[in-house]
T-cell receptor
């Protein structure tokens, strides 16, 4: 049973357009939800961790601008804008913020974005 | 530039053998943490072992151990007595913080196949 449902799985994005991604959490035992980006070199990088409904954060990285929103206890969204290079976005969930030790960290299947 | 580099994308060994997975990283921080994770098909990133930059102890956890060469910015994972269940994708990750924020960066992973 997958803990996280990400959609869409793949999207072609015209240059200059924004795209909205959704992630649905299936198990409230792991309420800390995060977004990771994976670049074309396959490196995974943490973007955001949002715990509570209403939490929002923005970040600009080489090749894309991001706006993350924790919509509800079970839904996390990500708006990707000004994307100049393709990438894959992964949603994760865990039971605690500090996933750097032996906390369980679950990844969704990812959404692959390609620039048209 | 990539911050966490895993040179080998794939590796294969026979059951019972020992394997060393290499990882190099870049950071300007004095204090940081390095992790090895195993990615399961379920999406879970299973924590294996951690190395703190300030520690000189040779970390070991069961069949997992690390060789940490701080001056070379290198950390290798050694898995002894390989079993078929050890097959999977192994990620090296760097955790660092600066100016009050933190980031966790994964390498591109090494897919391991252990043959019975």
């Amino acid at each position: 049973v997958t803990l996280l449902e990400q959609n869409p799985r793949w999207r072609l994005v015209p240059r200059g357009q924004a795209v909205n991604l959704r992630c649905i959490l299936k198990n409230s035992q792991y309420p800390w939800m995060s977004w990771y980006q994976q670049d074309l070199q396959k490196q995974l990088q943490w973007l955001f961790t949002l715990r509570s409904p209403g939490d929002k954060e923005v970040k600009s990285l080489p090749g894309a601008d991001y706006l993350a929103t924790r919509v509800t206890d079970t839904e996390l969204r990500l708006q990707v804008a000004n994307m100049s290079q393709g990438r894959t976005l992964y949603c994760t969930c865990s039971a605690a913020l500090r996933t750097i030790s032996n906390e369980r960290l679950f990844f969704g299947h990812g959404t692959k974005l390609s620039v048209l | 530039a990539e911050k966490v580099i895993q040179v080998w994308s794939t590796a294969s060994r026979q059951e019972g053998e020992e394997l060393t997975l290499d990882c190099s990283y870049e950071t300007s921080q004095v204090l940081y943490h390095l992790f090895w994770y195993k990615h399961l098909l379920s999406g879970e990133m299973v924590f294996l072992i951690r190395q703190t930059s300030s520690s000189t102890a040779k970390e070991r956890s069961g069949r997992y151990s690390v060789v940490f060469q701080k001056s070379l910015k290198s950390i290798s994972l050694i898995i002894s007595a390989l079993q078929p269940d050890d097959s999977g994708k192994y990620f090296c990750a760097l955790w660092e913080s600066s100016s009050g924020s933190w980031q966790l960066i994964f390498g591109s992973g090494t897919q391991l196949t252990v043959m019975p």
